[in-house]
């Protein structure tokens, strides 16, 4: 049985009302660059680009995107997941928009995890990042967003918000063994490719 979400989304699709943007990928310029602040919330660019980034993540099965990967240079994140085929044993990241972001890590404490990126089709990497942090920054809205996270849901966020320091996970990695295409890491594995 298909959900209504997915009946929706199909609708939207046929009807042109989705928009899923091109994701660049590594290599491309545009994705080296710092991103600059948000100043205006609520404005109807701002409401399009974060619909576009849903639109974009949820076709490419995606835990997050941030919005240089679609080539905007604004600091702005999208992120969460329920069920992710790329993720399989990854628990729920509620569903969110993050301006502005600011991380602060909460302890020394690292584990490195296997990452991979839209970005950087069908890789993976061993990436270290802090396990515990807090973030804020604000929503479409320009409401504030103060949270403390840790595991998977701080992997995420930290993974995203370094897009919009232009670094991609690769540039995180310690040990290059630990990086490569995901079928050859991963032989036999039904691990969803990027």
């Given at each position: 049985m298909v959900s209504p979400c997915a009946q929706m989304e199909k609708a939207a699709k046929i009807l042109g009302t989705m928009a899923i943007r091109e994701v660049l990928k590594m290599g491309d310029p545009h994705l080296l660059a710092v991103a600059l602040p948000v100043r205006e919330f609520g404005t109807p660019e701002l409401n399009a680009l974060i619909e576009d980034m849903w639109d974009t993540m949820r076709d490419l099965d995606g835990a997050g995107l941030a919005a240089p990967q679609i080539g905007v240079g604004?600091?702005?994140?999208?992120?969460?997941?329920?069920?992710?085929?790329?993720?399989?044993?990854?628990?729920?990241?509620?569903?969110?928009?993050?301006?502005?972001?600011?991380?602060?890590?909460?302890?020394?404490?690292?584990?490195?995890?296997?990452?991979?990126c839209l970005s950087v089709p069908g890789m993976r990497g061993l990436v270290p990042r802090y396990r515990h942090l807090r973030y804020t920054g604000v929503d479409a809205a320009g409401h504030p967003i103060d949270r403390t996270v840790s595991d998977f849901h701080?992997?995420?966020?930290?993974?995203?918000?370094?897009?919009?320091?232009?670094?991609?996970?690769?540039?995180?990695?310690?040990?290059?063994?630990?990086?490569?295409?995901?079928?050859?890491?991963?032989?036999?594995?039904?691990i969803a490719d990027d």
């Open positions: 604004l600091r702005v994140v999208i992120f969460g997941i329920e069920d992710n085929a790329r993720y399989p044993e990854a628990p729920p990241v509620p569903l969110t928009v993050l301006i502005n972001p600011e991380l602060t890590p909460l302890g020394e404490d690292m584990e490195e995890g296997w990452e991979g701080a992997r995420v966020v930290q993974h995203e918000v370094d897009h919009l320091d232009g670094i991609l996970y690769p540039r995180r990695i310690r040990d290059l063994t630990q990086f490569g295409f995901t079928d050859a890491l991963f032989p036999g594995q039904a």
